[in-house]
């Protein structure tokens, strides 16, 4: 896992400066405006930011990108660019790997901050991020895309000018990307100051104008701005109750199958979810359940409930174990979940039934089951091809005790005492 930041939004030149960011943390994404006269929405005002624009740019189109769902009526996390040195960083990262969106933020309160991160005049904040679906997508992928993906890319501003111009896009995973709530500071005492989050987790030196640049983060670098976003907030160990459980009677029960996709955590040799790296709670093992803590693709878990047709629920992953040179790279079926409960999360639904879990020498590779895997996340299976994969996952050692173990392994180096805070070193 890795990452980039890259600078994004209004900055001084634009019409009403930066956004706004106030004594409480809180601030607001200001999209720079369109260039191109193709694109005809959407207006500033369209994004409710008509109270801090000046009245002869409310009407004026902005260039969203990214789109953020949470201002937005779009349903998708989507980014694209055309422009060197952007392109060259996204051109690096891979699907799993994170996308962090930065922006210069004036200080907008007569008060003085709340927090000593806050700069009381302006300085560089990570405002949000995205956990890349798939691997960046070029200009050239982009019109080869199954109609399905494709459409996810509607509202981006570069697919909506009359003459699409990405260079390459990004389409963030839709239950591991956000617009934070309160950003992390990259700025020190004062705006053009980096602090620890450029000069010791970043690849950057911070010296000079660093703050309109792309900054390279490694695995340890990524986890250490995660950590610091979900410090107040960290799933590890939250367990949600069971509302309602409903047995489903297996006569009932076709036999066809789902593939169902989780991050694999890089630092184990077995089929676990990434705990350390992106505190993922699915395929949540422990209750030998999928969607048991939060609702990942509930689409698909909703559609796999109610289709009485669908009786296995395939696990798949991408192996991201460098030390496994024979399956780093090459996702595999790694096991399934046979439907035996409907489980009623309060505001989600899960499956839960028994499990089997294989290890990467006895998993499935994933080619061998779907003609096109590029663009999978989930796809129902007919019967031949689900009783050939459940013989095959039947013929390997179920390891799910093991499995379970490096869970629980997994969860106690889930957060470093050590956790860069937002104050440290600003």
């Not at 040179?325 to 035996?340: A, F, L």
């Amino acid at each position: 896992m890795k990452a980039v930041a890259l600078n994004i939004g209004a900055n001084s030149s634009s019409p009403g400066g930066r956004g706004p960011i106030h004594s409480d943390g809180s601030f607001r994404y200001i999209p720079i405006a369109e260039a191109d006269e193709s694109v005809s929405s959407p207006t500033y005002g369209d994004l409710g930011l008509d109270d801090i624009r000046p009245d002869e740019v409310r009407d004026t189109v902005t260039h969203f990108d990214p789109v953020f769902p949470e201002i937005s009526e779009s349903t998708e996390y989507t980014y694209g660019d055309r422009h060197p040195p952007k392109t060259t960083e996204i051109e690096r990262l891979e699907e799993g790997d994170l996308l962090f969106f930065y922006a210069t933020l004036d200080y907008a309160d007569d008060r003085a901050p709340e927090h000593e991160w806050i700069n009381d005049d302006w300085g560089a904040y990570i405002i949000g991020h995205f956990t890349l679906e798939y691997d960046p997508i070029t200009k050239e992928e982009y019109h080869t895309l199954p109609k399905e993906v494709k459409e996810r890319f509607a509202s981006n501003a570069h697919v909506r000018r009359d003459v699409f111009d990405a260079e390459y896009l990004v389409l963030g995973n839709r239950d591991d990307s956000q617009l934070y709530d309160i950003p992390i500071p990259l700025s020190g005492t004062t705006g053009t100051e980096a602090n620890q989050f450029v000069t010791r987790y970043s690849e950057d030196s911070g010296d000079g104008p660093w703050y309109r640049r792309p900054l390279r983060y490694d695995r340890e670098g990524t986890r250490s701005l995660l950590q610091v976003q979900r410090s107040t907030k960290s799933e590890l160990g939250q367990e949600p109750s069971v509302v309602d459980r409903t047995r489903i009677d297996p006569d009932t029960l076709g036999t066809r199958g789902q593939l169902q996709f989780f991050f694999h955590a890089p630092e184990s040799p077995l089929p676990v979810r990434d705990i350390v790296g992106k505190s993922k709670t699915e395929p949540h093992l422990e209750k030998r359940a999928e969607n048991y803590c939060n609702e990942c693709y509930q689409r698909n878990i909703s559609g796999f409930l109610t289709d009485s047709s669908r009786r296995y629920l395939f696990l798949f992953t991408k192996c991201r174990n460098e030390n496994l040179p024979d399956s780093h790279g090459t996702r595999y079926v790694v096991g399934y979940i046979e439907k035996e409960n409907r489980l009623n999360m309060g505001d989600h639904l899960a499956v839960q039934g028994p499990t089997r879990v294989v290890d990467f020498e006895d998993a499935v590779p994933l080619s061998e089951v779907v003609d096109s895997y590029q663009y999978v996340r989930s796809k129902v299976l007919d019967e031949s091809t689900t009783t050939d994969l459940v013989e095959r996952l039947d013929a390997g050692d179920n390891v799910l005790e093991a499995c379970l173990s490096e869970v629980e392994h997994l969860k106690e180096q889930g957060w470093n005492p050590n956790t860069p805070s937002r104050s440290d070193s600003c």
